[in-house]
């Protein structure tokens, strides 16, 4: 089952570290680029998935980036990729309520995949970091440990914070909820999940919620891209390492691939998923 999820040009190829994939692309008017690389690293299977859309409504550039990061296989996060953006866009309240239709769909997809998922036997579930760009309006929901981080000034800043059971906030929610936070290796939920939030899990879907926690940044001058990304690139590079490196690259898919390439040079044991979101202002717009 694939995860790719790039809607312009992509390549894939063949990498020491397993199949890479990496694509482009561009607003109409030159606005916004991007670029992502997927590498499935040292794992024996990929459970990464990305989206990439851009397009127009009512003469606002509208751009819809992803980062899905499955476990127990790959069927949660290709189920997102496919349904989250769709859901998002048919949602009556997108334009109007961003935020609002955000939180809706987050809890509507993870409702459908339930669902959909009652007839498996083994339980999969997926993270989500989703940057949603309407015009100069950049709304960043997270569910789980993939992160977006900003580049404003030449500083990295996050938009987002992990979703680990360990987290004080969410460790009290868990309890309140009837659940346990224990040690196997790290914090877990119930002692088998690292994560506190996520698509799917449908045995721990009592403690594990898909809701997503939302932060919105203006686009202005200063904002000059956005790093989504999943844990295997933040598990060996910070934020602030992130950002330097991308900042020396002009164009988004070289980029996103230095991305992935450093945190495997660095010793990921993850898959790694990265999407680079550039903002040319005036004097800078891709023609």
């Not at 859309?53 to 751009?63: H, L, W």
């Not at 127990?72 to 290709?78: C, F, L, T």
């Not at 309520?97 to 997926?126: F, M, N, P, V, W």
Request: proline share 1%; with cysteine.
């Amino acid at each position: 089952m694939s995860c790719l999820g790039g809607t312009n040009l992509a390549s894939k190829e063949s990498t020491i570290g397993g199949d890479k994939d990496s694509g482009y692309g561009k607003s109409d008017d030159g606005w916004v680029s991007y670029g992502y690389s997927s590498l499935r690293g040292k794992r024996a299977s990929m459970e990464d998935c990305y989206s990439t859309k851009i397009s127009e409504i009512d003469g606002k550039t509208i751009g819809l980036f992803g980062v899905f990061d499955g476990h127990g296989g790959n069927r949660a996060a290709e189920y997102v990729k496919e349904k989250l953006f769709e859901n998002l866009m048919n949602h009556p309240l997108f334009v109007e309520d961003t935020k609002q239709a955000i939180t809706e769909t987050y809890k509507q997809t993870d409702l459908e995949y339930l669902s959909a998922e009652h007839s498996q036997h083994r339980d999969a579930g997926s993270t989500a970091s989703t940057a949603v760009l309407v015009g100069e309006r950049l709304l960043v929901a997270n569910v789980g440990d993939s992160r977006a981080v900003i580049c404003r000034g030449g500083k990295a800043f996050a938009l987002s914070k992990d979703h680990k059971p360990n987290r004080d906030d969410e460790r009290q929610r868990i309890e309140e909820a009837g659940g346990v936070v224990m040690w196997a290796g790290t914090w877990r939920v119930g002692g088998v999940l690292a994560v506190s939030r996520a698509f799917g899990d449908r045995l721990l879907k009592r403690y594990v919620v898909a809701e997503p926690e939302i932060q919105e940044e203006t686009i202005r001058d200063d904002v000059e891209f956005l790093v989504l990304a999943s844990d295997g690139l933040w598990d060996v590079v910070s934020n602030q390492d992130a950002v330097s490196m991308v900042q020396a690259i002009d164009n988004a898919e070289d980029a996103a691939t230095k991305l992935t390439s450093e945190a495997y040079a660095k010793g990921s044991a993850d898959n790694i998923t990265c999407v680079v979101v550039r903002f040319h202002h005036p004097a800078q717009r891709v023609k």
